[in-house]
């Protein structure tokens, strides 16, 4: 569905899916692709490529346990639990088969979905994702982010830009928009959320050898780069 000066408009809803209310938009119209965001990302996490995506086809994002404006009993998390989330919401939609798209923790997700349900799934794209979450690194990095969770969340908001994103995107935006956005994203984040996803689905092992569906895979450890998000779209729209 598209406004009247061209700019996309989503239809949200939500779906019942165990102990949670899934929310979930979709947008355009077209073959479906699925966006699996990751920790503490909103639907603008994607820049450009929901409005891309969307001019040839169904986009359909979400907000699973712990963001947005899902509504759940509080109860632990795990990448089944999540999966399953994702794999509901596109039934509720009405599509039986698509594309995914996961970006870091959604990048497991998404893995985690094309494993169990391959017939599902139509092709898999994975960015700045993790194979395993207790491998050493990674393991350092998930504590002190649990640590700054409890103890500085704007330096906990820094470490995810710094994680998450690249040098050169965090570079362009310059110091006084990173403040302006972290300072804005403070009062809107799913704290307890956020908190819940780590020490949980984090520490499971993301790694499935039994996925079937055709995997582009970004690199485990290349930050998700906005400026480059509309040669992504062009690579979904294009099937390749």
Not at 42 to 62: C, F, M, N, Y
Not at 162 to 178: D, E, H, N, R
Not at 182 to 207: D, Q
Request: proline share 3%; glycine share 8%.
């Amino acid at each position: 569905m598209m406004a009247s000066k061209g700019e996309l408009v989503a239809r949200t809803s939500a779906v019942n899916v165990d102990d949670a209310r899934v929310a979930y938009r979709l947008h355009g119209q077209g073959p479906a692709v699925v966006l699996v965001n990751g920790t503490a990302a909103l639907d603008t996490h994607w820049g450009p490529v929901v409005a891309e995506l969307g001019k040839q086809r169904t986009v359909i994002s979400l907000d699973y346990s712990g963001s947005g404006d899902t509504t759940n009993d509080g109860n632990s998390l795990c990448l089944q639990k999540l999966a399953r989330q994702v794999k509901e919401v596109a039934a509720a939609a009405g599509v039986d088969r698509f594309d995914l798209v996961g970006h870091s923790l959604g990048a497991a997700i998404a893995i985690e979905l094309a494993a169990t349900s391959p017939d599902l799934v139509r092709s898999l794209i994975v960015v700045a994702g993790f194979s395993w979450g207790a491998e050493p690194r990674l393991k350092l990095q998930f504590e002190l982010w649990l640590d700054l969770l409890r103890t500085n969340r704007e330096a906990f908001l820094k470490l995810l830009l710094l994680s998450g994103l690249t040098p050169t995107f965090v570079s362009m935006l310059g110091t006084s928009a990173i403040q302006d956005m972290i300072k804005a994203y403070v009062p809107l984040a799913n704290w307890e959320g956020i908190a819940r996803h780590e020490p949980h689905a984090r520490n499971r092992l993301c790694s499935r050898s039994d996925c079937h569906a055709d995997i582009r895979i970004g690199s485990e450890n290349s930050p998700f780069d906005v400026s480059t998000d509309r040669c992504r779209a062009s690579g979904i729209l294009r099937g390749s």
